[in-house]
């Protein structure tokens, strides 16, 4: 219940309890979304933005994998048309309410936004209330290989809609997302640009988890947006800087923002980490970002 109050210690979540309401791994334990919000962001705050589907095509669809089938959100303009895509990636909660909503923002703008469920095989945190059981039954087991050739498929899928244009790609992570975002645009040189808001830039190496992001900044090719928060406590200072230094040999055009006074989390707006003024902000950058790199 304190998530957005105190930290949570990433590299070493507590082991979990038999109460955790944790899941064990079986093969796609997602099968379709859950609505609301996921259940350990309680309680939600009053704040949390509610985008309508005015004008828009919302639903939920199923996106063939090379093993089976993983539930995902599509919102898009109901207009006729092949939209850009954007592909939203989640925070450690999965495809909740406020995923959602960033999809429905997005169509708003004129984008076929899909946010994939990325721990469909791995566990349903929907339904879990403990954070450290995300983290260790179902964050810490799902393999960055995975992830990439998930977000392929769902590439894929968009483009065999018949209302996406998949020559013009971005992606917008969030937290976990986040550092999903340095990750794809490593695997696809294709994407055109990405939006990675206090994604993780290291301390989730594992053998499934082969490098940290400051580990290949050098090396992405694809000009990625960092949007990070000066008091966060999961990603430092110094390692920001790191990273800066990365990406500016890297010749992609990579940038990083830091807002000084804001903590991780300041996008989530059903959280208390929530800072309108750096959301808003934050958007209008992850937005031109986008559109200034043929998004």
Request: some cysteine.
């Amino acid at each position: 219940m304190d998530y957005g109050r105190q930290a949570i210690d990433f590299q070493n979540p507590p082991a979990a309890t038999p109460e955790s309401n944790g899941v064990s791994r079986r093969s796609f334990v997602v099968t379709s979304l859950a609505t609301g919000f996921a259940l350990a962001s309680e309680p939600i705050l009053a704040q949390a933005i509610t985008t309508d589907t005015k004008g828009l095509v919302v639903n939920e669809v199923q996106v063939p994998t090379a093993d089976g089938k993983i539930p995902a959100y599509v919102a898009r303009p109901a207009k006729a048309g092949k939209h850009p895509v954007v592909l939203v990636i989640q925070e450690i909660f999965g495809v909740h309410e406020h995923i959602k909503d960033v999809c429905r923002r997005y169509a708003k703008l004129g984008y076929y936004a899909m946010a994939p469920e990325m721990f469909a095989r791995q566990g349903d945190v929907s339904k879990m209330t403990d954070i450290g059981a995300i983290l260790s039954e179902v964050v810490s087991k799902v393999p960055d290989a995975q992830v990439c050739a998930d977000l392929d498929a769902a590439v894929a899928f968009a483009k065999a809609s018949g209302h996406a244009n998949a020559d013009k790609v971005g992606l917008v992570g969030y937290c976990w997302g986040g550092r999903t975002a340095w990750v794809y645009a490593l695997h696809n040189p294709k994407l055109k640009a990405a939006v990675a808001y206090y994604g993780l830039l290291e301390g989730m190496k594992s053998p499934i988890k082969p490098r940290d992001p400051i580990e290949f900044g050098a090396e992405i090719k694809v000009p990625v947006l960092g949007l990070y928060a000066g008091k966060d406590t999961f990603v430092k200072a110094e390692t920001v800087a790191q990273m800066r230094d990365g990406i500016a040999k890297s010749g992609s055009g990579s940038e990083i923002v830091v807002f000084p006074t804001v903590n991780h989390g300041f996008n989530a707006d059903y959280r208390p980490t929530y800072d309108k003024i750096a959301a808003t902000y934050a958007w209008t950058l992850a937005h031109d970002w986008l559109k200034d790199h043929g998004v």
